[in-house]
Nanobody, 119 residues
Framework: QVELVESGGGLVQAGGSLTLSCAVS????????QAWYRQAPGKEREMIAE???????NYPYSVRGRFTISTDNANNRMSLQMNSLKPEDTGVYYC?????????????WGQGTQVTVSS
């Protein structure tokens, strides 16, 4: 059983910064992508930062230049540095890991951490 546990959420003023962390309970092999998703109130969950096994990062326009995803595979952790936060960044943030389909294709999710940005 694999568990992903996010931490670091909270209340921050617009323009501020937060760093989210995701601790993975054990080593996962054959990872295709590691990512952070956000679910804003009344909206669908969306990917906001992704890093592939090759190290390529992807960000939607809404967070590009402000958010940075990083991984520490030796310690089974990933992080999301969020700068210049805006009220529209408010939501529940989830970490996500996907394995290659040829190795099972499992998708793992954390339980989420709340980020609230006040104006």
């Amino acid at each position: 059983q694999v568990e992903l546990v996010e931490s670091g959420g909270g209340l921050v003023q617009a323009g501020g910064s937060l760093t989210l962390s995701c601790a993975v309970s054990r080593k996962i092999f054959s990872i295709k992508t590691q990512a952070w998703y956000r679910q804003a109130p009344g909206k669908e969950r969306e990917m906001i930062a992704e890093i592939t096994s090759g190290g390529t990062t992807n960000y939607p326009y809404s967070v590009r230049g402000r958010f940075t995803i990083s991984t520490d595979n030796a310690n089974n952790r990933m992080s999301l540095q969020m700068n210049s936060l805006k009220p529209e960044d408010t939501g529940v943030y989830y970490c996500n890991i996907r394995r290659y389909e040829g190795f099972g294709g499992e998708v793992y999710w954390g339980q989420g951490t709340q980020v609230t940005v006040s104006s």
